[in-house]
């Protein structure tokens, strides 16, 4: 049974950081993508950010780069989002998404993390 189990969610200051990590058990992702997700209250959930198994190549969505990093380590089959620079509009429940792969403009992903709750204030 795949389980996905983020962590490093809070309540914090805009200007501030943070660090999310998301460990995936059950079984490895080599070959997809590993990611992250957003939904804010009264909106779709939105894409991130996500790193590919073998060359950990990156893609971040245009409100996030240069703020947000994601990083991965295979050997831990974890998955991680530094985040910095944070903004109130940045507050989300933040989701972990593995077995992803691209479809389209868009992303696919295979299972998705319970969530972990980012609150930025002003």
């Known amino acids: 049974q795949v389980q996905l189990v983020e962590s490093g969610g809070g309540l914090v200051q805009a200007g501030d950081s943070l660090r999310l990590s998301c460990e995936a058990s059950?079984?490895?992702?080599?070959?997809?993508?590993m990611g992250w997700f957003r939904q804010a209250p009264g909106q779709e959930r939105e894409f991130v950010a996500a790193i590919f198994w073998y060359d950990r190549i990156t893609y971040y969505a245009d409100s996030v780069k240069g703020r947000f990093t994601i990083a991965r380590d295979n050997a831990k089959n974890t998955v991680y989002l530094q985040m910095n620079s944070l903004k109130p509009e940045d507050t989300a429940l933040y989701y972990c998404?593995?077995?992803?792969?691209?479809?389209?403009?868009?992303?696919?992903?295979?299972?998705w993390g319970q969530g972990t709750q980012v609150t930025v204030s002003s």
């Open positions: 998404a593995a077995a992803v792969t691209r479809s389209g403009s868009g992303w696919s992903v295979g299972y």
């Open positions: 059950g079984r490895t992702f080599s070959g997809y993508y």
